[in-house]
Each structure stands twice: as structure tokens, then as C-alpha cells.
């Protein structure tokens, strides 16, 4: 099953785009990269997640390099409320999630 | 709708104690699943079920049993609680495990039980 490998944590300012990124060097051609976070003592929720193409929702876009091996979880205007631990996730071969550590995002008032 | 929701919040057992840890949706979601978060660590797969009567194991099963006799409730069983099982338990659930190729449905999460086990 693939893996994926992010930074423990990054540091932004608020009202700053974010940058996250996600190495993804064994993944498969149909896997799809998936990204959600975790805020403080809650469960995890549903960011975006893509093939090929970028993505772009009302929360984040995706950025997703052309030999998939990496992409890259855009915010493009971070507030207080974006503090919280991003995880970039492939599935394995029964299409269960795989978690990672995540990256921890703290943003700077 | 209230999503997916869990009880207890909290609960402290002793070693050898037994416990059920309930988790229901009312989103008629097929796709229902347990997971385990240790501290600083993300998230690993107890049981999972892809509808009524069917239940497969996760990552980490030992410990643990899971039924599901209705598509709205999906309880996991405790069946002598050790020290290594305190962390924060997640239910989750999503329309389906997989729709047409590998795409996955969104997953939507509950709030979490705390479990301590001393």
C-alpha cells in the first residue's frame, strides 16, 4: 500500500495563503489523494481530494503534480479557526484510509 | 440530521472490565467504521462494515468486536479492557466504501470517546 510523508508542523500567518505539502512517491494510478483535518479534541473532517486535475472547494484547493507523486493542500486565506492537523491520505487496497501523523498548522495572530 | 453521534464522551474502566461503546448515523449511510487515535498519532482502523450483517477487520481488531444488525448503529465491544487501549475511539460513516473505480465517498466523523483504562 502507498504511503504518504507531510511535515510534523508548519507555521502561518493569519490572513496568509498556506501551503501543505504531501509526498506520495509509490502511489498508484488510481488512487486518490485525500485530504482532511482533525481541530482540537474533535474528529476529523473532510478537507478535498482529488485524481489528476487540481480541485478547488469552498475550503481549500489541490494542487496534484503531474507524476502524482506529491501535491500540495492550498489555504488560500488563513484564519485562527484553520489551526488544526492536516492529513494527506491514500487508501490501501481494500479502500480503507490510511492515516499518517498529519501536519500540525499553527497560525500566528 | 445529527450526523454521526457517539456515547459515552468519557469513560474510565479497570483492567478486565468489559464496556460497549455505541455509534449510530441517521444519514442512511452503508459504510460504517471504528478507529483508534493515540496520542500525537494519527488515526488506525479497528473494524469496518460495508452494510447490515457484514463487519471486516481493520489494522488493529484484537481487542475489539463489532456488529451491525441495522445500518444505523454500529456498536464496538470491549471485551477485557487493558491499559494499551486508552486513546480516543472515532466512529465514522459514509454513503458507501467505494462508488465506481477507487474514488471514496466522504467520511463523516463523531465526536470521539475518551477512554482511560488504568
Known amino acids: 500500500d502507498a504511503k504518504t510523508t507531510q511535515p510534523n508542523s508548519m507555521e502561518s500567518n493569519e490572513e496568509e495563503p498556506v501551503h501543505l505539502p504531501c509526498n506520495h512517491s509509490t502511489i498508484s494510478g488510481t488512487d486518490y489523494i485525500h485530504w482532511y483535518r482533525q481541530l482540537p479534541s474533535q474528529g476529523p473532517e473532510y478537507v478535498i481530494h482529488?485524481?489528476?486535475?487540481?480541485v478547488n472547494n469552498r475550503m481549500a484547493s489541490l494542487a496534484i503534480a503531474e507524476d502524482r507523486k506529491s501535491s500540495t493542500l492550498i489555504l488560500h486565506r488563513a484564519t485562527l479557526r484553520d489551526a488544526a492537523v492536516y492529513y494527506c491520505?491514500?487508501?490501501?487496497?481494500?479502500?480503507?484510509?490510511?492515516w499518517g501523523a498529519g501536519t500540525k498548522l499553527i497560525i500566528k495572530p | 440530521n445529527a450526523g454521526v453521534t457517539q456515547t459515552p464522551k468519557f469513560q474510565v474502566l479497570k483492567t478486565g472490565q468489559s464496556m460497549t461503546l455505541q455509534c449510530a448515523q441517521d444519514?442512511?449511510?452503508?459504510?460504517m467504521s471504528w478507529y483508534r487515535q493515540d496520542p500525537g498519532m494519527g488515526l488506525r482502523l479497528i473494524h469496518y462494515s460495508v452494510g447490515a450483517g457484514i463487519t471486516d477487520q481493520g489494522e488493529v481488531p484484537n481487542g475489539y468486536n463489532v456488529s451491525r444488525s441495522t445500518t444505523e448503529d454500529f456498536p464496538l465491544r470491549l471485551l477485557s479492557a487493558a491499559p494499551s487501549q486508552t486513546s480516543v475511539y472515532f466512529c465514522?460513516?459514509?454513503?458507501?466504501?467505494?462508488?465506481?473505480?477507487?474514488?471514496?465517498?466522504?467520511?463523516?466523523f463523531g465526536p470521539g470517546t475518551r477512554l482511560t483504562v488504568t
Open positions: 491520505i491514500l487508501p490501501d487496497s481494500n479502500y480503507q484510509l490510511i
Open positions: 465514522a460513516s459514509s454513503p458507501d466504501i467505494a462508488p465506481l473505480g477507487a474514488d471514496l465517498y466522504e467520511q463523516y
Open positions: 444519514m442512511n449511510h452503508e459504510y
Open positions: 482529488g485524481l489528476t486535475s487540481n
